[in-house]
Every structure is written in C-alpha cells, then in structure tokens.
C-alpha cells in the first residue's frame, strides 16, 4: 500500500528553527511537496523536491533521500505566523498525490 | 484574481437531499483535482480530470458522488443523498500538465455540512 507518515504536532519557539520529517513509501516517485495549510484555509505551495539534496528557499528548506524514503521540512527564524499544518505528498508513478494527514506546528512566543 | 475559485463557499444541507459544487481553475491549466479534506487529516483524493476527460476516480469514493468537466474547463462535483460522514472541506485545485514539480493549485474550498 501507500503511505505517508509525519508527526501529529509539534511546538516550537519564536525564532527557534524546527525541523518536520516525513516519511513515505509509494508506487513509484514523481517527486515530494510540501505544502503549509492554514486552519480553515486551502493548502499553499512551499517546496518540490525530486532529486536527493537540500532546497533552500528563504527561511524555509526541504531535504529529500530517495533511497531512505525520508524528507524534511526545515523552518528557520519562526515567527508566529508560522503556525499552521504542513503537509507532505508525495507523486507517485501516475502523477498523483498521496498526502500525509499533516503536521500541526504550534508556535509559542 | 486569476486563481482557483469554488463555489460555494459554504452549505448548509439536510440528510438525503443533493448538493453541487462548482469549481474554476486557473484558466491554462489542464489538469482539475477534487479532494475531500476532514478535520486534522490531509486532502484525500476523489477524482480527477485532464481536460474534459476523467481520467481517475477514488476506489473509496461512492456511486452518490459524480463529476463533470464538460468543457474542460470548470468542473461541478455533486453528491447525491448526501449522508453525515459526507460532511467536510472539499478542495478543487488545478495544475497545468500534472507532471513533475507541476504544482497544484487549490481553491478555497466549500465547507459542506450535513444535518
């Protein structure tokens, strides 16, 4: 079968850096996303990541090992506005999405 | 605003009657997502469209729910005698070709609750 696995909620601090890990195992791999989901909001685009290696955007990076079935999703310098559900999903052979149920980061100042 | 747009935003309905939702996607774009996203859980894929043609449609996904895309360009999901556990956030989003680092795009949802 497929699945994707994160953390239920994490909390972290103002300006502190936080680090969310996904793991997944599915048919075949067309890329990982990671999308950030405010309550009672659509989710929002963040990062793709297809090839091994770190991608930094801003205070935001992703990392991906094909080989371990592992990313992460590094947030640096919180702020408040941070606080939201990041959802990790990965394409699969047919291009579709496979979701995560998603990790409540909680940010506390 | 050239983005993904749904409506309604918001329905109220009662147990048994039929409910439509509507769903624009960017203009270019081919590809046309339906998800079903509940409380604390990621979207949960229902169909999909490339073009008019429906190319996928959730094996967990009931004979109430039907589709349509008919001229490629908006799309309209109803659920048909509606039942509680119908209740959730449903998301359209669009992408351009479905491939690769072509993300999706999502509308803001309708919040669909059924009494």
């Known amino acids: 079968g497929q699945n994707i696995d994160q953390p239920t909620e994490m909390t972290a601090t103002e300006g502190a850096i936080v680090q969310i890990n996904c793991t997944y195992q599915?048919?075949?791999?067309?890329?990982l996303f990671w999308y950030q989901q405010h309550a009672g909001e659509a989710p929002t685009f963040l990062s793709y990541?297809?090839l091994d290696g770190l991608e930094e955007k801003g205070r935001f990076s992703s990392f991906l090992s094909r080989s371990k079935g592992y990313s992460y999703l590094l947030l640096k310098e919180l702020q408040m506005k941070d606080s939201a559900s990041y959802l990790c999903?990965?394409?699969?052979?047919?291009?579709?999405?496979?979701w995560g149920a998603g990790t409540k980061l909680i940010i506390k100042p | 605003d050239t983005g993904v747009s749904q409506d309604p935003r918001h329905k109220i309905t009662k147990r048994g009657q039929n409910v439509t939702f509507r769903c624009d996607p960017i203009?270019?774009?081919?590809?046309l997502y339906w998800y079903r996203q509940t409380l604390g859980q990621g979207p949960e894929f229902l169909t999909y469209?490339?073009?008019?043609?429906?190319?996928?449609k959730s094996r967990l996904l009931s004979d109430r729910f039907s589709a349509e895309r008919p001229k490629g360009s908006f799309s309209t999901l109803e659920i048909q005698r509606t039942e509680q556990g119908d209740s959730a956030m449903y998301l359209c989003?669009?992408?351009?070709?479905?491939?690769?680092?072509?993300?999706?795009?999502f509308g803001p949802g309708t919040r669909l609750t059924v009494l």
């Open positions: 989003a669009s992408s351009l070709m479905g491939t690769g680092e072509d993300e999706q795009f």
């Open positions: 203009s270019e774009h081919n590809r």
């Open positions: 469209f490339q073009n008019e043609a429906q190319l996928e």
């Open positions: 599915t048919s075949g791999f067309n890329g």
């Open positions: 990541n297809v």
């Open positions: 999903a990965v394409s699969d052979s047919n291009y579709q999405l496979i």
